[in-house]
Each structure stands twice: as C-alpha cells, then as structure tokens.
C-alpha cells in the first residue's frame, strides 16, 4: 500500500465526513454540537495517525456589566459578562512521519458570566469550527438524504448540447417564416444573443416557448385563410 503524505491523509478524512445532521437542540434552535464534531473525525483520524495540536498564541478578555431591570425600571440584579478571545495555532501532525506538520492560524471565542469558563468555552469553539471548516462539512437541519438532493440541486446546470442548439434554431426560423421575421427578431423577443451560451434547463425552456409560438401562429393563420 503506497503511504500517504500528510496532505493526502487530511483529503482521506474529508472523504469519511462529507455531512453531519443538527442534532442538539437549544432555546430557539438546533445545532451540531462539539462532541458530535470531534466524534465524526477522531475514528479516521486514529486510523490515519493525524494529530491536531492547538496552541494560544495571543488572548483576549472584555468585561460588560449587565443589569436586569423590572417592568418599573428597577435594578433587580447586577451582573458581568466575560468575553474571551483567543488566537491560535491549530497544528496538523503525521505520527507516522512527524516532521510532516501544518500549521493553521486560527481564533476561538468564548463567553461566560462567572469568568472561569471563558478560556474553556473558546478553545470549545475553536476545535469545532476549526474541524469543520478544515474538512467543508456541512452542517444541514436536513437528513443527510435530503441533503444530497439538495447539494446536486446546487450544481451548475450542464451546458447546452449540440442537438438542443439545433432543436432551437429549427424552431426559430419556423417560426421566424410564420410571422414573416428574421431569425435575429425571435431571438431578441426571447432575449438570447448568444445560443452557445444557454445551459440545457435554460435551452428547454425557451425550445418549449417557442413551440407554443408556432402553435398558436398556425391557429391564427387558419382563422385568417378560413
């Protein structure tokens, strides 16, 4: 088996997590929460020998004081908000070849009322996003199956084939010749300059149009000619 480098083991671990479903649930919401995260990769990563070492390399706290008031504008409670921020260094391992290292900078942010939870809550943060951004997983409300029908939703559209430009140049000039117009005339009422251009939803489309067009010129010539 060829060994991987350090690169082509991080691509393996993408391939093993392409989609994680919301599964905790908040006040007002779902969403994917860090033990989840970790637990979708840590079985690939053990297999592949990868290592992900955080290290701070800058921090940050803001104090905000915060009262409650009641509905007479009185001061129930005081209290303080801590925010914590941190840079970081999230730093990829081969322990097969640990000279083999990648160094990300990153940033985890944290808030806490009581002030001894900041520091964990950031580093929290900054693991779960960071795996998740490393690898693009995509964190949908969906089940992974409506996942996928949705993300080949998202495709670019396939370009126009040769038999569709030649479908709906035909169509075109038919019925160019019914209403006794150029060619150039149908496609500016349809709004395409360039056919080449079209993708095949698109060509589909404007091939279905424009049957109606002849369809409905050929009932109006008969009325005329009856």
């Not at 038999?163 to 010749?177: H, I, N, P, R, S």
């Not at 079209?198 to 109606?212: E, F, Q």
């Amino acid at each position: 088996m060829t060994e991987l480098n350090i690169y082509q083991k991080l691509v393996e671990v993408r391939k093993a997590v392409p989609y994680l479903k919301k599964e905790a649930q908040g006040q007002q919401y779902s969403y994917t929460g860090s033990s989840q995260v970790l637990a979708s990769v840590r079985e690939k990563l053990d297999e592949l020998g990868l290592l992900l070492i955080p290290r701070i390399t800058g921090k940050k706290v803001s104090e905000s004081p915060i009262e409650y008031k009641d509905k007479d504008g009185n001061v129930t409670k005081r209290t303080t908000t801590y925010f914590t921020e941190l840079e970081m260094t999230m730093t990829w391992v081969n322990a097969e070849k640990p000279d083999e290292t990648i160094e990300c900078p990153w940033y985890g942010q944290g808030v806490d009322i009581a002030g001894e939870k900041g520091v964990g809550k950031a580093l929290t943060y900054a693991e779960k996003y960071f795996i998740l951004k490393q690898f693009n997983i995509a964190t949908d409300k969906d089940d992974p199956d409506a996942f996928q029908t949705k993300s080949e939703s998202y495709r670019k559209p396939d370009p126009i084939s040769q038999k569709e430009v030649g479908e709906l140049k035909t169509k075109v000039l038919e019925f160019a010749k019914l209403r006794d117009k150029t060619d150039a005339d149908v496609y500016q009422a349809l709004g395409v300059s360039d056919v080449t251009t079209l993708n095949t939803k698109d060509a589909k489309a404007l091939i279905t149009k424009v049957t109606g067009w002849i369809k409905s010129a050929e009932k109006e010539l008969k009325k005329q000619g009856a």
